[in-house]
């Protein structure tokens, strides 16, 4: 099941305006999986001097992830909020050379760009702002998550005119495949013909 806002609400992360507040902000980690706690176990070398001591710490007590209030598997936190997988860069835009000063970044994704290991990040993390919700027979959900924190990513994605089905292009194939993605894609032409969006 697909909520309606991933047709017609727009998206596209704006790093300079939020500096990945994402990563550092909720009160539990990311959901995660069994088979990504072990992708993440299996990446701990390559991304352990990125983190803090701290986060180092948690990890060593209780591990890369844990069962949060609701039961459900969610990564490890530093602080009652900050993912252990947080850390800090300077990013200079590609596009116009602008620094974006003290970005959080998260350590699993920047090694896997700089091509240290073979995966990237917990699919809920790529899927932001879409949350998967699962249902009794196998059935999954896609709703929209508004976070005040994201407002630049709104208004960005606005300027754009990206809505969050094509934002979200590459994770979405990642976890439902190229076959879904497509059909998704169709759907959205056969409600654009109709002029139910854009």
Aim: glycine fraction near 8%; charged fraction near 30%; charge should be negative.
């Amino acid at each position: 099941m697909v909520s309606p806002d991933i047709f017609t609400e727009h998206f596209c992360c704006d790093l300079d305006a939020c500096k990945g507040q994402c990563c550092i902000e909720g009160d539990a980690g990311a959901p995660v999986t069994l088979d990504e706690i072990g992708a993440i176990e299996d990446c701990l070398d390559e991304v352990w001097t990125d983190l803090s001591a701290t986060a180092q710490s948690v990890i060593d007590k209780q591990g890369v992830a844990y069962s949060d209030a609701e039961g459900d598997l969610v990564t490890s936190i530093v602080g009652g909020k900050d993912c252990v997988f947080t850390c800090y860069e300077d990013l200079t835009d590609r596009s116009d050379g602008h620094t974006i000063s003290h970005c959080c970044l998260c350590a699993l994704e920047r090694a896997y760009r700089q091509e240290k290991t073979s995966w990237c990040k917990p699919i809920s993390c790529a899927l932001y702002p879409l949350r998967e919700k699962r249902f009794p027979g196998g059935l999954i959900g896609l709703n929209y998550h508004r976070w005040d924190i994201c407002r630049g990513g709104v208004k960005k994605g606005k300027e754009l005119r990206l809505p969050l089905y094509r934002f979200l292009r590459e994770p979405l194939t990642r976890r439902f495949g190229e076959a879904w993605y497509q059909e998704l894609c169709d759907v959205a032409e056969q409600l654009r013909q109709q002029g139910l969006i854009e």
